[in-house]
């Protein structure tokens, strides 16, 4: 329950005197013709003093400020375009008007209808001709000039953070925009966008612990999807060639910068492509945004120059190690590996580890947070890709690339693996793992016989699509671009 407070207490109050005057301080519509970035363009052409009397505006939005002179008034309402100012002369409305205007507070939703003029200091206003309120406020909105300054507040209650911040309004709008450009570029290159089960059976296509759940009808066990690759796969061997899904995935997983539980995942699979090409798409898919949004390939992200420019650097997850490490670890045992990996992370627990596996902790600590400018990691260890295509020339590696910028993973993506037997053998193996590996993946018979129909060479990528959206927003932490982080509840 809100608790009460003076200030709420006076709305409150004001509320009923609205009642009190036969008017209905939540009416069912309001036709709203107008936008407030629409006034400052018509008072261009005017003079100080000199108004636009031959047209009619009618506005909607928030009342921001309100500043009473006698019997006249300046105030400022905002929409989802912006803020504008208003002017009004009490004697020129109707009296429910005006004893309505006394009774309006910071926060109320109003319409409003009148006609441009531009003020003697040359500000662009609308000035006031009737008067109706849409919406009484209960709870005050937060000081003007401080907005929300508790953090944790601002990703509580996005809502006031959205009202008080216009960087954070144009924030989202620019996330809304880059997920619009991506569904372009590939509409232009002929993919086709489909859904896949939120609710899955089987959860695959990833290495990740899933959310469980149960259904009451059927009686059983299902799963918020990890990530919607095996029937993305299916679609492929169904005869569409290029398809795509940007939808949201789920991961119980840990909270940090760069994760949350739920997050938005773009994913495409193209027919008859390896992971040679898709490097080149995925690069020019980057790039594209980055000009969209910047108008270059060269941005700043925390105050440090971030070139998505292609080519972009090419490095194998060995080479890498030998150049950021000096480890060779291909030479390397297991045991040397593991103490290796104890040395960084005593907390570890390396025993049944692969040799992979253990290769890529090295890589996580190592590696991956010295490299800033966009670098695709390539040719990863066979025991961590269960579902990609060996290396055609590396014996125990797998045609696999990971971009990684600015410290941190950006996407995967496979030459994908369409061999049934092996594909078979490669997810009996994640069975057998799993009493000692929860996030290894589960047999899936389903999409065993789907490729045992037959399945193209198959290129496939997936892209995070909070992190494309942090680097081109340059923002910190995925917190800052997703409307409702997941965030433990307060005590």
């Keep these: 329950m809100t608790d009460t407070n003076p200030i709420r207490d006076e709305k409150l109050r004001k509320l009923e005197e609205i009642k009190k005057l036969g008017i209905d301080p939540y009416p069912h519509e309001f036709i709203k013709k107008n936008h407030c970035n629409e006034i400052s363009p018509r008072a261009e052409a ?40 208003c002017y009004i002369k009490l004697a020129e409305v109707s009296e429910e008007q005006q004893n309505l205007f006394p009774l309006l507070d910071i926060g109320d939703f109003i319409g409003v209808e009148g006609y441009v003029f531009k003020t003697r200091k040359g500000e662009a206003t609308l000035r006031v001709t009737d008067l ?44 809304s925009m880059i997920i619009r450009s991506i569904r372009q570029f590939l509409d232009n290159k002929g993919f086709m966008e489909v859904e896949t089960p939120v609710l899955q059976p089987i959860y695959g296509g990833a290495s990740a612990y899933p959310f469980k759940t149960h259904h009451r009808a059927l009686d059983i066990p299902l799963y918020l999807k990890i990530s919607p690759e095996l029937y993305l796969k299916r679609l492929i061997v169904g005869g569409f060639e290029k398809v795509y899904e940007i939808g949201k995935n789920f991961r119980n997983e840990g909270i940090d910068r760069s994760h949350n539980p739920e997050f938005t995942m773009l994913e495409y699979y193209e027919s008859y492509t390896d992971y040679k090409d898709q490097m080149l798409q995925f690069e020019e898919l980057i790039s594209h ?18 070139d998505f420019t292609t080519p972009w650097e090419r490095l194998s997850v060995y080479d890498s190690l030998k150049k950021y490490a000096d480890l060779d670890v291909k030479q390397m045992s297991v045991s040397d590996l593991a103490s290796e990996v104890t040395k960084v992370d005593p907390k570890y627990e390396t025993k049944n580890k692969a040799h992979g596996q253990l290769v890529m902790e090295l890589f996580d600590y190592y590696v991956e947070p010295k490299i800033w400018n966009p670098t695709f990691i390539i ?100 917190k800052d671009i997703l409307l409702f982080p997941t965030m433990k509840p307060k005590s």
């Excluded at 309100?66 to 100012?85: E, H, L, T, V, Y």
């Excluded at 401080?146 to 924030?171: A, N």
């Excluded at 945004?289 to 971030?306: A, D, M, N, P, S």
């Excluded at 993973?409 to 069975?431: C, F, M, S």
């Design 289 to 306: 945004l980055c000009e969209k949004v910047h108008g270059t390939t060269t941005i700043t992200y925390q105050e440090k120059e971030l």
């Design 46 to 85: 005017l003079s100080e003093g000199e108004s636009l009397e031959t047209e009619t505006l009618i506005l909607a939005g928030r009342l921001m400020t309100k500043r009473p002179m006698g019997k006249a008034a300046f105030f400022n309402i905002q929409d989802q375009s912006g803020k504008n100012q």
């Design 379 to 478: 040719d990863h260890p066979k025991e961590i890709s269960p579902l990609t295509k060996d290396h055609r020339t590396e014996k125990g590696l797998v045609e696999r690339f990971e971009p990684v910028c600015a410290g941190m993973e950006i996407g995967n993506a496979y030459t994908e693996l369409n061999d049934p037997v092996e594909q078979l053998a490669r997810l009996k193996e994640q069975e057998s793992q799993r009493l000692v590996d929860e996030e290894a993946q589960p047999m899936d018979d389903d999409f065993i016989k789907a490729i045992e129909v037959g399945m193209p060479p198959t290129g496939g990528v997936g892209i995070g699509v909070e992190r494309i959206i942090m680097l081109l927003t340059d923002q910190s932490s995925i």
């Design 132 to 175: 109706k309120i849409l919406c009484k406020s209960l709870e005050p909105l937060p000081e003007k000039y401080h907005g929300l300054s508790d953090v944790e507040t601002k990703y509580r209650r996005r809502y006031l953070d959205l009202v008080m911040s216009e960087d954070s309004r144009k924030l989202f709008e620019v996330r």
